[in-house]
């Protein structure tokens, strides 16, 4: 099929949608999707859904060229919901600059303002903007909106919202009179607020539209804005130096703030940049965008990104010179030219209360809603890993009889005197140590984690936390490489309390991944233990990818990816081995890198494709190294 077949075949099914949809008005519960759902399942339902929530955009706007990420999930949540939902970004992509609206929340975030209250006002100005425009023309559209306001009603709020919350009292207001045609009982303070919002009904251009987002975000969530944080010239005043200053351009990817960040990126140009932030900038989008590509940047530019490692991770807990000293240690061969930064995160140990931090906090509630969202799966998994260990190590602590040539006599054993050889006559009573072990777990935090960021970090937890309950010292870090940095966050020292095992939950994912220097810098620390059984753990998706980036007359110019950084990998864990370090590769990414993993790890890795069978698995593994001296 050609583009311009392709193309014409997304505008038909896009009319059929949307002429569906005017026919909703008297079809009762009846949606756009029923006539194929019957048919459909697992993936090819999800694709389905996906492809009419962006034939509606498509439709609704006129332009194909736009880009949407379509949630199959809130079709399962509400038909009228994801219906509605794709009706009202294709009439704002059609009447406004979506891009102009991002920059400005962008802007507004990053100046101090609620991204909660930010975005819920924003929606409520674009929907005032666009819905009697986009209701003139289609005459099913109405019906479905006051369902998709019902639904959102219902399932959002079971009960009322605080009165000093103003802008969800808003919302439920504007939902309320909107899904049922009447008017609620409304306060002065309420009367104010919808006084504004119906400015942007009129609205003529995006610039009017932003400026009613931006009173009615500072009339209804924080009056004090303007005075204190900067007017709406001052938000629209801020530059890219500014973010870039704070490391947004590599962190801003959820929602809206991605696309708006793009056209950000994209305006560059016709900015008055000076000469050096336009080459830092060219140079982070080369990073992101050219693959396999080597980057060679300026000593002045160097001098920089210690400073961004640090605003975007944290403050190191080690001196200059014992970085120095770790640098000179490992930095070698294949990763010359590299540096090694430890830190315990930017939650703790933070320069300034910057967007990353924000953003860091921001994963860390999802990493502990997902926890309780599957709290016993994570609980079960964690009572049998703990039964599996403990079992393992009274298996050790067993005290048992072994036959010996001093000890106790053996009466039955005497007849042997004179007449055999075997002159072991005695038994003595023998005890397994069952405390010396460690282990070290590494996960894995590169950019190709994001999409199961919640899974590895409850994989992490879940090991800790067994570890812990079973009394053997673990420490847990993560590892990932930003710009010539490879990053190690420590989570949780040996020696540290079960309860810092909820430091795991500040897990997060970005940029790329320098597997070798992570390994070899973590079998360091755990070497230097007085253990005599050390165990690592390392939770990877198989792919070792780094971009160098090279300092001016820097002899090593290959690029860390393929098979070249898969053998360096490899050949790291292979030497932890030969020194008597055991290591168990838990693989946590694509079945199409299960290769990579093998060459990587051998015969010890694991492969887990449900979390229900983590403990199973993974105890497996370690219990068999537990009982190994018992056998």
Same mark, same amino acid.
């Given at each position: 099929?050609?583009?311009?077949?392709?193309?014409?075949?997304?505008?038909?099914?896009?009319?059929?949608?949307?002429?569906?949809?005017?026919?909703?008005?008297?079809?009762?519960?009846?949606?756009?999707?029923?006539?194929?759902?019957?048919?459909?399942?697992?993936?090819?339902?999800?694709?389905?859904?996906?492809?009419?929530?962006?034939?509606?955009?498509?439709?609704? !706007?006129?332009?194909?060229?736009? @880009? &949407?990420?379509?949630?199959?999930? /809130?079709?399962? *949540? #509400?038909?009228?919901?994801? %219906?509605?939902?794709?009706?009202?970004?294709?009439?704002?992509?059609?009447?406004?600059?979506?891009?102009?609206?991002?920059?400005?929340?962008?802007?507004?975030?990053?100046?101090?303002?609620?991204?909660?209250?930010?975005?819920?006002?924003?929606?409520?100005?674009?929907?005032?903007?666009?819905?009697?425009?986009?209701?003139?023309?289609?005459?099913?559209?109405?019906?479905?909106?006051?369902?998709?306001?019902?639904?959102?009603?219902?399932?959002?709020?079971?009960?009322?919202? !605080?009165?000093?919350?103003?802008? @969800? &009292?808003?919302?439920?207001?504007? /939902?309320?009179? *909107? #899904?049922?045609?009447?008017? %609620?009982?409304?306060?002065?303070?309420?009367?104010?607020?919808?006084?504004?919002?119906?400015?942007?009904?009129?609205?003529?251009?995006?610039?009017?539209?932003?400026?009613?987002?931006?009173?009615?975000?500072?009339?209804?969530?924080?009056?004090?804005?303007?005075?204190?944080?900067?007017?709406?010239?001052?938000?629209?005043?801020?530059?890219?130096?500014?973010?870039?200053?704070?490391?947004?351009?590599?962190?801003?990817?959820?929602?809206?703030?991605?696309?708006?960040?793009?056209?950000?990126?994209?305006?560059? @140009?016709?900015?008055?940049?000076?000469?050096?932030?336009?080459?830092?900038?060219?140079?982070?989008?080369?990073?992101?965008?050219?693959?396999?590509?080597?980057?060679?940047?300026?000593?002045?530019?160097?001098?920089?990104?210690?400073?961004?490692?640090?605003?975007?991770?944290?403050?190191?807990?080690?001196?200059?010179?014992?970085?120095?000293?770790?640098?000179?240690?490992?930095?070698?061969?294949?990763?010359?030219?590299?540096?090694?930064?430890?830190?315990?995160?930017?939650?703790?140990?933070?320069?300034?209360?910057?967007?990353?931090?924000?953003?860091?906090?921001?994963?860390?509630?999802?990493?502990?809603?997902?926890?309780?969202?599957?709290?016993?799966?994570?609980?079960?998994?964690?009572?049998?890993?703990?039964?599996?260990?403990?079992?393992?190590?009274?298996?050790?602590?067993?005290?048992?009889?072994?036959?010996?040539?001093?000890?106790?006599?053996?009466?039955?054993?005497?007849?042997?005197?004179?007449?055999?050889?075997?002159?072991?006559?005695?038994?003595?009573?023998?005890?397994?140590?069952?405390?010396?072990?460690?282990?070290?777990?590494?996960?894995?935090?590169?950019?190709?984690?994001?999409?199961?960021?919640?899974?590895?970090?409850?994989?992490?937890?879940?090991?800790?936390?067994?570890?812990?309950?079973?009394?053997?010292?673990?420490?847990?870090?993560s590892y990932c490489t930003f710009w010539d940095y490879t990053i190690l966050h420590r989570f949780r020292q040996y020696d540290d309390p079960a309860s810092a095992n909820e430091n795991i939950f500040s897990y997060t994912s970005s940029s790329n991944n320098r597997d070798g220097l992570a390994v070899k810098a973590a079998g360091y620390g755990l070497l230097s233990r007085s253990e005599e059984k050390k165990i690592l753990i390392v939770l990877s998706d198989g792919r070792p990818y780094d971009v160098i980036l090279n300092r001016p007359n820097s002899e090593n110019l290959t690029p860390y990816y393929?098979?070249?950084?898969?053998?360096?990998?490899?050949?790291?864990?292979?030497?932890?081995?030969?020194?008597?370090?055991?290591?168990?590769?838990?693989?946590?990414?694509?079945?199409?890198?299960?290769?990579?993993?093998?060459?990587?790890?051998?015969?010890?890795?694991?492969?887990?494709?449900?979390?229900?069978?983590?403990?199973?698995?993974?105890?497996?593994?370690?219990?068999?190294?537990?009982?190994?001296?018992?056998?």
């Amino acid at each position: 099929m050609s583009m311009d077949d392709t193309r014409n075949h997304g505008r038909t099914a896009g009319r059929e949608d949307l002429s569906l949809a005017d026919r909703e008005s008297g079809g009762g519960d009846r949606t756009v999707w029923n006539e194929k759902e019957e048919d459909l399942s697992g993936d090819d339902f999800r694709l389905e859904i996906e492809n009419r929530m962006k034939n509606l955009l498509w439709t609704v !706007s006129g332009d194909y060229s736009i @880009s &949407m990420k379509p949630d199959a999930a /809130l079709f399962l *949540r #509400s038909r009228e919901i994801a %219906l509605y939902e794709g009706i009202r970004q294709g009439a704002f992509a059609r009447y406004y600059d979506k891009d102009q609206v991002g920059l400005y929340l962008i802007k507004k975030i990053f100046m101090g303002a609620g991204e909660k209250s930010l975005t819920v006002v924003s929606q409520l100005c674009i929907e005032e903007a666009v819905m009697d425009k986009i209701c003139a023309e289609r005459p099913g559209i109405p019906s479905i909106a006051r369902k998709a306001f019902r639904d959102i009603l219902e399932q959002e709020y079971e009960e009322m919202p !605080s009165p000093n919350d103003m802008v @969800s &009292m808003l919302r439920v207001t504007v /939902l309320g009179e *909107r #899904s049922s045609g009447r008017r %609620l009982e409304r306060t002065k303070r309420m009367e104010k607020l919808l006084k504004i919002l119906r400015r942007a009904a009129d609205a003529r251009d995006t610039m009017a539209l932003i400026r009613v987002i931006d009173d009615l975000y500072n009339a209804a969530a924080d009056p004090l804005f303007p005075v204190q944080k900067g007017s709406l010239e001052a938000v629209l005043a801020v530059t890219m130096e500014d973010l870039t200053e704070y490391g947004w351009e590599d962190y801003l990817t959820e929602e809206v703030y991605e696309d708006a960040l793009e056209a950000y990126i994209s305006q560059l @140009s016709a900015q008055a940049l000076s000469v050096e932030d336009q080459q830092i900038t060219r140079e982070m989008e080369d990073k992101r965008k050219k693959k396999h590509q080597i980057i060679t940047v300026s000593p002045e530019i160097l001098k920089k990104t210690y400073s961004y490692v640090e605003l975007n991770y944290g403050k190191t807990y080690l001196s200059k010179q014992e970085q120095e000293q770790m640098n000179r240690r490992f930095c070698r061969g294949i990763h010359s030219g590299c540096s090694l930064y430890f830190t315990e995160g930017i939650l703790k140990n933070p320069v300034k209360r910057n967007y990353q931090y924000e953003y860091a906090r921001r994963l860390r509630n999802k990493n502990i809603y997902l926890y309780h969202d599957r709290y016993r799966i994570v609980q079960k998994n964690i009572l049998d890993l703990t039964r599996l260990l403990k079992k393992s190590l009274v298996v050790r602590s067993e005290v048992y009889q072994v036959l010996s040539d001093r000890g106790t006599v053996v009466p039955s054993r005497l007849w042997r005197v004179g007449r055999s050889r075997e002159g072991r006559l005695f038994t003595r009573n023998l005890k397994g140590d069952a405390v010396d072990f460690v282990v070290d777990v590494l996960i894995d935090a590169s950019g190709s984690q994001m999409n199961r960021q919640g899974d590895v970090a409850l994989q992490g937890y879940m090991i800790a936390q067994a570890l812990s309950n079973a009394g053997i010292p673990c420490r847990v870090m993560s590892y990932c490489t930003f710009w010539d940095y490879t990053i190690l966050h420590r989570f949780r020292q040996y020696d540290d309390p079960a309860s810092a095992n909820e430091n795991i939950f500040s897990y997060t994912s970005s940029s790329n991944n320098r597997d070798g220097l992570a390994v070899k810098a973590a079998g360091y620390g755990l070497l230097s233990r007085s253990e005599e059984k050390k165990i690592l753990i390392v939770l990877s998706d198989g792919r070792p990818y780094d971009v160098i980036l090279n300092r001016p007359n820097s002899e090593n110019l290959t690029p860390y990816y393929g098979k070249e950084a898969v053998s360096d990998t490899a050949a790291e864990i292979r030497r932890l081995r030969s020194q008597g370090v055991s290591v168990l590769g838990v693989f946590a990414g694509e079945e199409s890198d299960l290769s990579a993993e093998k060459v990587i790890f051998g015969k010890d890795f694991a492969y887990i494709r449900d979390i229900r069978g983590f403990s199973r698995i993974v105890g497996r593994y370690l219990t068999k190294h537990l009982e190994a001296d018992t056998e």
